[in-house]
Every structure is written in structure tokens, then in C-alpha cells.
């Protein structure tokens, strides 16, 4: 599986096999990587050397993480190939601006509205957790934006397509 990790505006691709072995950038490395201690404290071995290092998940943006190696913090924002591909399509596929109207795009139960009625929010922030055949789907904002009406309450059966809520 293909893995894009960015540090520092470098971005290094992140090979990783079915055996485990580890391809950075085109060069194979021997790794291991083992927690040692508390939630965030690992053993990292990379072709016989050692480190240790503290990983921290960042709360926002998604797929983030804070890295400190040898006293050195690092912001480290890691993609799969899917999520790799999306982020770099052509962003002319945006949301348009105006009122947007938010529609569900499967038929099920709400689980939870995240948001109300003349709230900001931002591009990728959670708005609606739809459940369908046992699983929960986050519905989020397209483009930033204010709520400017929700039309549905947890509990409520949604069929595809109705508006759950429109953004301005």
C-alpha cells in the first residue's frame, strides 16, 4: 500500500508491502516500530538505528500527526493513494457559492447532527452522521460557510437525496 507523507512541505512517497517491507522514496529500509511506553511513546528502528519518538494525532486537520524525533517537533500530514488522488483533483469540482443545499446520498437513519442553524463552519467539518445498513457515515461540509437551516433531527429516517440542511 502506497502511503504520501508531507513534512515541511517535502512530500516523500511510502511504499509498504505485503511482507512489510518499506520502500521511502524508491529506497528500501529495514523498520520496526514498537509502543514502549504510554499512549504516544514508540521505538522506532530504522536500519539498525534507533530512535525514539513521541506521536501525537493533531485533532484538525484530519490525517495529521505531531511527531517529536531527538527533541524536534514535526507536523506530518499522511495520505493514502486514495486520498492522495482526490486532494490533487482538479479543484474546479469545488462547491459552488450561494446556498448549497446539503442532500443525504443513501437512505438511512440520523444518528446525530453536528451542527445548528447560523453556525460557521469549515470545508471537511463534520455537519451529519447518517447510519445505513449498521455502518455510520459522516456528511461533511463541502466549502466553508454559515447553516442557514437544518431540516432534520436525530432520530429522523432520511431518504436519499432529501435536503438535510442548506449552507450559505
Do not use: C, F
Not at 29 to 43: A, E
Not at 93 to 104: F, S
Not at 152 to 167: K, R, S
Amino acid at each position: 500500500m502506497k502511503y504520501y507523507t508531507t513534512v515541511n512541505d517535502q512530500t516523500y512517497e511510502i511504499d509498504i508491502d505485503h511482507q512489510g517491507r518499506i520502500t521511502v522514496d524508491g529506497q528500501q529500509m529495514t523498520t520496526n516500530m514498537r509502543l514502549v511506553g504510554g499512549q504516544h511513546l514508540y521505538s522506532l528502528l530504522i536500519d539498525n538505528a534507533s530512535y525514539e519518538i513521541v506521536l501525537d494525532p493533531e485533532q484538525e486537520p484530519r490525517n495529521t500527526y505531531g511527531v517529536m524525533v531527538s527533541g524536534l517537533r514535526y507536523l506530518v500530514k499522511v495520505q493514502d493513494e486514495r486520498s492522495r488522488r482526490l486532494a490533487l483533483a482538479d479543484r474546479s469540482l469545488r462547491a459552488p457559492d450561494g446556498e448549497l443545499p446539503i442532500k443525504a446520498p443513501i437512505p438511512g437513519l440520523v444518528v446525530k447532527v453536528a451542527v445548528s442553524a447560523g453556525q460557521e463552519v469549515g470545508e471537511g467539518e463534520t455537519l451529519v452522521i447518517l447510519e445505513a445498513m449498521k455502518m455510520e457515515n459522516e456528511l461533511r461540509a463541502p466549502r466553508a460557510g454559515i447553516i442557514h437551516e437544518v431540516r432534520i433531527d436525530p432520530g429522523a429516517q432520511v431518504n436519499q437525496g432529501q435536503v438535510l440542511m442548506t449552507l450559505k
